[in-house]
């Protein structure tokens, strides 16, 4: 078989420019087609998914059906329910400046868009930009990760099988051929992944002035107050943690902040409901994720042996190089200058910070770049408030984990280094969206005022309306009149 090259590359642009200007992925009834295909295709191959999600990461079935093919289905359900009503122009108000005129708001697709996925949910991180795109109209490349080798064959088959093979297409491959790509003009690229090669993307992107969406991630704070439903909150952190793919997700919390006095209190119910959860033995628990590749395996290593790091270990830090399996770890107090305290963790490591007073917590967040996420566990509305006004990340969850990202009317994105641009729901199809501004006039209702030659009179006038001083313009008039009068006995 032939690699996936440059001219390869160019082919597959210049075939996807002709579908795109024969105008069928513009149609109301091409989009929910291959939204309809797209939901079949779960439908028909949840098994071969689960499968592919097992050898690729060894995750668990609950959590491939829940948070990979489950939410891929209700995007779809989404999208297909609001489609029309998100086509529609929407009609906004004039001035008086144009009067009379009406104007509306045209919602017209971008034209050929590029979809970089990421390993750690390549089914839904890969599909669900690919759903905003066709309800946009659009013609999509996607390009799953190859870290993810089975999940990523199992998308190239079954896609050109259920799709539109001439206006949506999948190529799978690393390095080399995402460089093919990326040299093409894209109309939008959206990268799910690491800064790194973000900044790679965007850089290409910037070549041809293409616009981009990056979804980087950080390091993801969860403040805890000491006010809580211990037992109830323990379970959330726990399932926002290690039951998001053993901590490989992008808004797992990173790291916990809490009151010295109330840490040892948080650890113990921790401790409690991961024996609960995962047995004495977390290793052998089938309802964990292994970490993805020996390098990300010897990575998670590096940042527990560090010398500064490994005697803060306070449960946990079992692993298994052959299976690739590390055990949820707690750390206690690991210092700020730390490789764990300096890097996105994106793994079943959990350091806890203290402070004295939980304000003190607002103050170490704000020191960091933005994160994609940030999480607070608390039953006073004055934190709530503070947290909320003082805070700047991608998203928000209080008393629980993660759980935004299943609310399509919320949208899912960074800001800073976290990543930039938005979507999820309406967002998706804004997104793979250009608002296309249309200004409607007749022949009728002629402003002179407009016209040379110009006077003081006319600026006082325009001026006026354009301020919307009725006063002004009722003066600029009587002005206007008596010049004009005054003109014309003159004359």
Do not use: C
């Given at each position: 078989m032939r690699k996936f090259d440059m001219e390869m590359a160019t082919s597959v642009m210049r075939e996807l420019r002709a579908t795109f200007s024969d105008g069928k992925t513009r149609s109301y009834e091409w989009r929910i087609a291959q939204l309809k295909g797209m939901m079949k295709m779960m439908d028909d191959h949840e098994e071969e998914i689960v499968e592919a999600l097992r050898l690729d990461l060894n995750k668990p079935k609950f959590e491939s059906v829940v948070y990979e093919i489950s939410m891929i289905q209700s995007a779809c359900k989404k999208a297909i329910k609001e489609l029309k009503r998100w086509m529609m122009p929407k009609k906004v108000k004039t001035t008086l400046l144009v009067f009379p005129s009406s104007a509306e708001i045209v919602s017209e697709p971008l034209g050929v868009v590029l979809v970089i996925s990421a390993w750690n949910y390549p089914i839904m991180l890969s599909l669900d930009p690919v759903i905003g795109a066709i309800a946009a109209g659009n013609a999509v490349v996607l390009k799953p990760s190859e870290i993810a080798p089975a999940s990523s064959s199992v998308l190239a088959e079954y896609v050109k099988e259920y799709m539109d093979c001439s206006a949506i297409k999948v190529i799978e491959g690393g390095v080399p051929e995402t460089s093919a790509l990326l040299e093409q003009k894209w109309d939008k690229i959206i990268y799910t992944g690491n800064g790194r090669v973000g900044r790679i993307v965007m850089a290409a992107a910037a070549k041809h002035l293409t616009p981009v969406v990056l979804e980087l991630g950080g390091k993801c704070p969860l403040i805890v107050d000491s006010d809580i439903d211990l037992k109830v909150a323990a379970k959330r952190m726990i399932v926002g943690k290690w039951g998001l793919n053993n901590g490989q997700a992008c808004v797992s919390p990173d790291y916990i902040i809490t009151s010295k006095d109330f840490a040892p209190k948080l650890v113990d119910a921790l401790k409690h409901q991961l024996e609960r959860f995962y047995g004495p033995n977390p290793l052998e628990s089938s309802d964990l994720s292994r970490i993805v590749s020996c390098n990300h395996f010897e990575r998670l290593t590096k940042l527990l042996d560090e010398d500064k790091v490994s005697s803060k270990i306070i449960h946990g830090g079992q692993r298994d190089k052959d299976q690739l399996k590390i055990a949820p770890t707690i750390l206690l107090d690991v210092?700020?200058?730390?490789?764990?305290?300096?890097?996105?963790?994106?793994?079943?490591?959990?350091?806890?910070?203290?402070?004295?007073?939980?304000?003190?917590?607002?103050?170490?967040?704000?020191?960091?770049?933005?994160?994609?996420?940030?999480?607070?566990?608390?039953?006073?509305?004055?934190?709530?408030?503070?947290?909320?006004?003082?805070?700047?990340?991608?998203?928000?969850?209080?008393?629980?984990?993660?759980?935004?990202?299943?609310?399509?009317?919320?949208?899912?994105?960074?800001?800073?280094?976290?990543?930039?641009?938005?979507?999820?729901?309406?967002?998706?199809?804004?997104?793979?969206?250009?608002?296309?501004?249309?200004?409607?006039?007749?022949?009728?209702?002629?402003?002179?005022?407009?016209?040379?030659?110009?006077?003081?009179?006319?600026?006082?006038?325009?001026?006026?309306?354009?301020?919307?001083?009725?006063?002004?313009?009722?003066?600029?008039?009587?002005?206007?009149?008596?010049?004009?009068?005054?003109?014309?006995?003159?004359?």
């Open positions: 210092p700020d200058d730390s490789l764990i305290m300096n890097e996105e963790i994106f793994g079943p490591l959990l350091p806890i910070l203290t402070v004295d007073r939980l304000e003190e917590s607002f103050n170490v967040v704000s020191s960091r770049a933005k994160p994609l996420a940030a999480y607070l566990f608390t039953n006073s509305k004055n934190v709530k408030d503070e947290f909320v006004r003082n805070i700047s990340a991608g998203g928000m969850v209080i008393n629980d984990i993660a759980l935004h990202l299943a609310v399509p009317t919320l949208p899912f994105g960074g800001v800073g280094e976290s990543g930039m641009g938005s979507y999820h729901g309406k967002f998706s199809f804004d997104t793979f969206s250009h608002k296309k501004s249309v200004l409607y006039r007749s022949f009728f209702g002629e402003a002179p005022a407009r016209y040379p030659p110009y006077t003081e009179g006319k600026m006082r006038l325009l001026k006026a309306i354009i301020g919307g001083s009725i006063t002004g313009i009722i003066r600029a008039l009587i002005g206007l009149s008596e010049h004009t009068v005054g003109k014309a006995k003159t004359s």
